[in-house]
């Protein structure tokens, strides 16, 4: 019951936290991966997603994510460089960049934040529940129903402010 309750008040803050700075001036977040440290990165600001220790390209906004809400906790992600969305290209892998898909109604953009515990999250997608997943901890970026590669932690992302440096 106490691990019900904690996830539910991660989750409630999490959104909050998105919320708030949604409603406020655009709020950019890198999503780092847990198994290695590195963020996801559009390469060189192209539709290509892989990881990469922190980016200098294009001052950084190939790497800087913007979480608008769309509703029932689910947010398309937006890529600060050129604004298109994480998508999971016809609701299945690869995931790429989209500048705006209608396929299924434009539900294979569509993710939320489920906690995983220690401010770690798996990215969600609502079509069909699978989770952002780095393949192998590497690059493609794929869906995978629940992956145990690593323990899971090829998809275990955590936010991380754009003003906070990278080591």
Not at 59 to 82: E, M, R, S, T, V
Not at 129 to 143: T, V
């Amino acid at each position: 019951m106490k691990k019900i309750l904690l996830l539910s008040a991660a989750s409630l803050l999490t959104a909050l936290s998105l919320s708030a700075a949604s409603s406020a001036s655009a709020q950019y977040y890198r999503l780092q991966l847990k198994y290695n440290g590195q963020y996801l990165d559009a390469d060189h600001c192209t539709a290509s997603l892989g990881l990469n220790p922190g980016s200098t390209f294009a001052d950084g906004a190939c790497q800087l994510w913007k979480f608008i809400p769309n509703g029932d906790g689910y947010y398309h992600i937006q890529l600060k460089y050129d604004g298109q969305f994480l998508d999971a290209n016809h609701c299945a892998s690869p995931v790429t960049l989209n500048p705006g898909s209608t396929y299924a109604d434009g539900a294979c953009e569509l993710w939320r934040f489920v906690p995983a515990g220690g401010g770690w999250n798996r990215l969600q997608l609502k079509i069909n529940g699978q989770y952002l997943d780095a393949d192998h901890c590497a690059s493609p970026m794929a869906l995978n129903p629940g992956s145990t590669f690593a323990g899971g932690a090829c998809e275990l992302w955590r936010l991380i402010p754009e003003f906070v440096p990278i080591n």
